[in-house]
């Protein structure tokens, strides 16, 4: 069985700034696919459910901003990660939208090559998982339960460490996916911890998690 690599697509308005995108990502196992044209993203990220969306801020026609609102707005899309990149952190629109920015990875030009490069890792990495939970069939409407928009979805490891998250649960968290990751499932859902190192194996939902039922948090479902 030959499996498909993820796809990571770069968009800007420029195309010698897709070229150097695709030189400081040099080396990561992805497919990527570069776009300049904004009315284009929308059906690409619909149809090749990319690992990341790397979006400039700077599109002819409509502006990134709103491709990012239209992207985050519509459910076949917004459960898709974006890098987010504007021309600085000055832009007037950044703060217009601040609500929005919380809702993308955001790194002004010009970019932090390491970091920039890492989060391209860390999405191309999660994307592995997405597939995995994209096979379970969730409650509604016949959606996976990574694009569902009421069910949040965290995976841990067997240290009790967050190593996924769908769109749900960072909206209903509060949290970036990027935040989320290694963090302690006893740290999110505990008011407070007295010891100062996990005690996860003996944890209620560690011990839940292990007969593999449903956690009802609230109002939201996690798995």
Known sequence: MTSVLPVVLIVDQAESENEQSLQLLDGISADFVACNDASDVFSLVKEKQPAVVILSSQLDGKDGY????????????????????????????MRL???MMRRAEVLPKP???MRYRQLVEFYVQL????????????????????????????VVDEQGKVCFANGAAERLLDMRVYALCGQYLESIFQESNDSLVSNWKKHPISKVIQTEQILQVESAKLW
């Open 66 to 93: 709103q491709v990012l609102n239209h992207l985050k707005s519509q459910a076949e899309t917004s459960h898709i990660p974006v890098m987010f990149v504007p021309s600085n952190f000055g832009e007037r629109q």
């Open 97 to 99: 939208h601040a609500d």
């Open 111 to 113: 970019v932090d090559q």
């Open 127 to 154: 994307y592995q998982y997405r597939i995995a939970i994209e096979a379970i069939g969730g409650e509604k409407n016949n959606r996976s339960l990574v694009e569902g928009r009421d069910e949040g979805v965290l």
